[in-house]
């Protein structure tokens, strides 16, 4: 996929094939989301006249390349990425399955400016926020795109989701890390919470896994994701039963186990907790 317009305010560049594609309007978002065969390497080349919101449901796990004009390396620790409007990203994805499944939100911006008017994004990758990630499932799923009702429902989700990422411009974003871990050990640290989710992970082995005191390791991870290790894990957990809940036909207790949680009622409360809803609501939701 390759559009560029003449004056260069526009630039979508995009490596893999699109097997499906969806566009809704609304007066404050443009919502489109997107599925692509892809390769292990994907090109990628960005640049939009208005603030835009990435949901990487599958696939995405790192990015490199310059972002205007500036090299980057970033590994994405959370399924959620912001990019503000005008920001030129020339670079590629690292991705871990043939096939790529992502939603980015485009924000109206008289709607930012009436909102907030003295916001400014700063761009921030590879972050985390069930609020946003669940109200925006529940927008992609609404079968009526074009009634006041869901106009309504568009523009209370963009004005948490501006809320949020003006909170968030006054913490320290992980791009660029700043005495934080290194992103290969961003990056061995994620892999390995991926890959065990479905069991309990001690806070002394993922310390040791980056030769780091446990004070260190929780003090330097904050500072490069934002999040205690104990809450990043609950967060992929609460993630990974999130993506299990949709596309699984398991039990709710099998996806409790599945995700590392041995109680089915703690499973619940945390999954409550952090979308605002029981696991069985969820499912009933983004089903409907």
């Known amino acids: 996929m390759s559009n560029v317009s003449e ?12 097997l499906s594609n969806t566009v809704v309007h609304t007066p404050v978002i443009r919502i489109e989301s997107f599925r ?5 390497q994907v090109q990628w080349h960005f640049k939009q006249p208005e603030l835009a919101l990435f949901f990487y449901r ?9 972002m205007d004009g500036k090299s980057f390396d970033q590994q994405l620790a959370g399924n959620l ?11 590629e994805f690292t991705v871990t399955s043939a096939r790529s499944d992502y939603t980015v939100v485009f924000f109206d911006q008289t709607f930012i400016s009436e909102r907030l008017p003295s916001f400014a994004a700063a761009p921030r990758l590879g972050f985390d926020n069930p609020a946003i990630a669940f109200g925006l499932e529940e927008l992609c799923s609404e079968p009526h795109h074009d009634d006041d009702v869901y106009a309504m429902m568009a523009e209370g989700w963009a004005t948490q989701t501006l809320a949020v990422l003006k909170r968030m ?13 290194t992103q290969c050990n961003l990056k061995r640290i994620s892999e390995f919470v991926e890959e065990n989710l479905g069991r309990s992970i001690g806070l002394i082995e993922m310390a040791s896994l980056v030769g780091l005191s446990t004070r260190h390791f929780i003090r330097a991870f904050s500072e490069s994701t934002g999040d205690t290790p104990h809450q990043y894990v609950i967060g992929r957990r609460i993630e990974r039963a999130k993506y299990l809940l949709i596309s699984e036909k398991c039990s709710l207790t ?5 995700v590392g949680f041995s109680h089915s009622q703690h499973f619940t409360t945390k999954f409550k907790q952090h979308t605002g809803l029981c696991p069985s609501g969820f499912r009933a939701a983004v089903r409907h």
Not at 7 to 18: L, P, Q, S, T
């Open 7 to 18: 004056n260069g305010e526009f630039i979508r560049i995009v490596g893999g094939r699109v």
């Open 169 to 181: 411009s006054g913490t320290k974003t992980p791009l660029g890390n700043r005495g934080g871990l």
């Open 58 to 66: 599958r696939g995405a796990r790192k990015l490199r390349g310059k």
């Open 81 to 91: 990425a912001v990019y503000p409007a005008g920001l030129e990203i020339d670079g």
């Open 36 to 40: 692509r065969d892809v390769s292990k």
């Open 254 to 258: 099998e996806i409790g186990l599945a």
